[in-house]
Each structure stands twice: as structure tokens, then as C-alpha cells.
């Protein structure tokens, strides 16, 4: 089956700092790629995908860019703000499949 | 507003009891999975079904069923509860083809095996 690994585990950045985290998968056949952000007690909730037609996608400060050649894929947080600190997951599948999601990022932003 | 609403929202049981997590989507989805969350695991995916009478087996099934029976509803049941199964289970749904589309998530149930 498909194998989702992401790193770091945790990351600390200083407010208007860039984070990036990464996440590569084993199945070449995935086509779905999206990431998710969980506020401590809260529920994961999406905040940005791409699929596999596409290299990059942009929505304000957050970006993600697609490798299907090399299998990964990234999010990036430019001028973080200490309300982006969370935990965030990447996830992948393909069709006829349910979502695989990474063991998640812990980002802690500091003003 | 459309939904999805998880019951009970927290729980104690002992070990070896019958315990049933209850999901209930409003959004008419055909898509609807159980996952779970621990420490140091992320987000497990431990059942799925595409539709009505349709389940599948995840990543983490044994110990749970599922059956769907209608639209809205895919309960979990947890046979003979084991501390192992202390968790965070989060039950979510999503629309159209199983690949591709955004899922939702409920607000999670806190369970707790004694």
C-alpha cells in the first residue's frame, strides 16, 4: 500500500519567517495531494491541495509544489504568523482509494 | 447548516466491553471513513465505504467493524475494547469519486479503555 513519510516532525520558526515541510509517498499512481491543518483540540481541516496535472499552486501565503518524478511534495509558509502555529498533515491517494495521511508537522511560530 | 456530528464526544470504558462510535453526515455524501489519531502516528485510516452496504477494510482495521446501512450514517464498533484502542477517532466524509475531493472531519471522539 501506500507509504507517506513527512518531515520534520517539529519545526519552530520566528514570526515572518518561511516554513516548509515535505512529504514524500511510494505509490507512483497517486494523483491527489492535499494538506491539512489541526488547532490543538480542533479537527483537521484542508487548507491547500494540487494534483497531479499541476506543478504548483498558490492562496495567499501558502504555496504547494509538486515532484510526481521524484515523489514529493511541499507546503510552504511564508510570513508565518503566530496563528499558523499547528499541527499540519500532508495526505495522498489515488482513485478508488481513501485518503493516507503523513504522522503530521508540529509548527511553532514565535513573535 | 450541513453536517457531520460525532457521539459520544467522550467516553471511559473498561476493557473487553462492546463500545460504538456513532457518525452522522448531513451533506448526503457517498464517501465516509474512520480514522484515528495518535501521538507520534498521525491520522490512521482504520475503515471506509464508498456507499450504501459498500465497507472496506484500512490501514489499522483489526479489532473494528463498520457497517452502512444508510447514507448518513457509519457507526464504529470496537468488539472487545483494549487499551491499545485509547484514542482520538475522527470520523469524516467527502463527495463525487473517491480520489480528488475535499474530505470533512467531525469534531472527534475521545475514547478512553480502562
Known amino acids: 500500500g501506500e507509504n507517506v513519510e513527512q518531515h520534520p516532525s517539529t519545526l519552530s520558526v520566528q514570526e515572518g519567517d518561511s516554513a516548509v515541510i515535505k512529504c514524500t509517498y511510494s505509490d507512483s499512481a497517486s494523483n491527489y495531494f492535499p494538506w491539512y491543518k489541526q488547532e490543538l483540540g480542533k479537527r483537521p481541516q484542508l487548507i491547500i491541495d494540487i494534483r497531479s496535472n499541476v506543478g504548483e499552486k498558490k492562496d495567499q501565503r501558502i504555496a504547494v509544489t509538486l515532484n510526481k518524478t521524484a515523489k514529493h511534495f511541499s507546503l510552504h509558509i511564508t510570513e508565518t504568523q503566530p496563528e499558523d502555529s499547528a499541527v499540519y498533515f500532508c495526505a495522498v491517494n489515488q482513485a478508488g482509494t481513501a485518503l493516507i495521511f503523513g504522522k503530521g508537522t508540529t509548527l511553532s511560530v514565535s513573535s | 447548516d450541513a453536517e457531520i456530528t460525532q457521539s459520544p464526544r467522550h467516553k471511559i470504558t473498561e476493557t473487553g466491553r462492546q463500545v460504538t462510535l456513532a457518525c452522522h453526515q448531513t451533506?448526503?455524501?457517498?464517501?465516509m471513513f474512520w480514522y484515528r489519531q495518535d501521538l507520534g502516528h498521525g491520522l490512521r485510516l482504520i475503515h471506509y465505504?464508498?456507499?450504501?452496504?459498500?465497507?472496506n477494510k484500512g490501514e489499522v482495521s483489526d479489532g473494528y467493524s463498520v457497517s452502512r446501512s444508510n447514507t448518513e450514517d457509519l457507526p464504529l464498533t470496537l468488539e472487545s475494547a483494549a487499551s491499545s484502542q485509547t484514542s482520538v477517532y475522527f470520523c469524516?466524509?467527502?463527495?463525487?469519486?473517491?480520489?480528488?475531493?475535499?474530505?470533512?472531519f467531525g469534531e472527534g471522539s475521545w475514547l478512553t479503555v480502562v
Open positions: 469524516a466524509s467527502s463527495d463525487g469519486s473517491l480520489s480528488g475531493n475535499t474530505i470533512y
Open positions: 451533506w448526503n455524501h457517498n464517501n
Open positions: 465505504s464508498y456507499g450504501v452496504q459498500d465497507t
